[in-house]
């Protein structure tokens, strides 16, 4: 069974730079794979942030980028904030018409 | 501007089934694929299935029934044979049409309690 892997947490500091990655259990992921990242508060749905890899949803600040970096899919924040302080996922696309979701990873901004 | 709205809340007993909805303004469900994602309590986001734009083509674990109602712009998603394990937070949302979803409608909590 394919599983998609996630960090758990990370802590950045504030102005600070982080990059959170997603994979696959087995094998590598790449473009093909189509990944994408959201953001989420408690309460509230997610938010998209990067699709197709590296494509800006509409009105994400720039300090959000996608990337493929090595075998996993790649999102990084420049300049953190403290309102960046959520859970992030990444969907990658399986084949076929499915997809899976990632674990999560819970970023901590301090 | 593109909205989706969902139906409300609902409490089922185990074994029922219970269907949500996911009205979409702004825009064409024929236009987009339609996926749909859940969200058990205190846990992640798990991608249920979705639709394709011409609402023929679906694809989802079979607990699962996806149906459109062109005429009023909604989609639906049955849920059968409930268990507690499918207490969640049903979310629809559309496809930008590049493998992702954009657009969300705000989430429907679906409650399985005997």
């Known amino acids: 069974q394919t599983v998609v892997t996630q960090e758990s947490s990370f802590s950045v500091s504030p102005g600070g730079t982080v990059t959170l990655t997603c994979g696959f259990n087995?094998?590598?992921?790449?473009?093909?794979?189509?990944p994408s990242w959201y953001q989420q508060t408690p309460g509230q749905p997610p938010r998209t942030l990067v699709y197709?890899?590296?494509i800006r949803a509409s009105g994400v600040p720039d300090r959000f980028s996608g990337s493929v970096i090595g075998s996993k899919a790649a999102l990084t924040i420049t300049g953190a904030q403290a309102d960046d302080e959520s859970d992030y996922y990444c969907?990658?696309?399986?084949?076929?018409?499915?997809?899976?979701f990632g674990p999560g990873t819970k970023v901590t901004v301090l | 501007q593109v909205q989706l709205v969902q139906s409300g809340a609902e409490v089922r007993k185990p074994g029922a089934s219970v269907t949500v909805s996911c009205k979409a303004s702004?825009?064409?469900?024929?236009?987009?694929?339609m996926h749909w994602v859940r969200q058990a309590p205190g846990q992640g986001l798990e991608w249920v299935g979705q639709?394709?734009?011409?609402g023929d083509t679906r694809t989802y674990a079979q607990k699962f029934t996806m149906t459109r109602d062109t005429s009023t712009n909604t989609d639906y998603m049955e849920v059968r044979s409930l268990t507690s394990a499918d207490t969640a937070v049903y979310f629809c949302?559309?496809?930008?049409?590049?493998?992702?979803?954009?657009?969300w409608g705000q989430g429907t909590l679906v409650t399985v309690s005997s």
């Open positions: 087995s094998g590598s992921v790449s473009t093909s794979s189509h």
């Open positions: 702004g825009y064409s469900l024929t236009s987009n694929f």
């Open positions: 969907l990658l696309y399986l084949g076929r018409g499915t997809y899976a």
């Open positions: 949302a559309r496809d930008t049409g590049n493998y992702a979803p954009d657009y």
């Open positions: 639709m394709n734009p011409r």
């Open positions: 197709d890899t590296y």
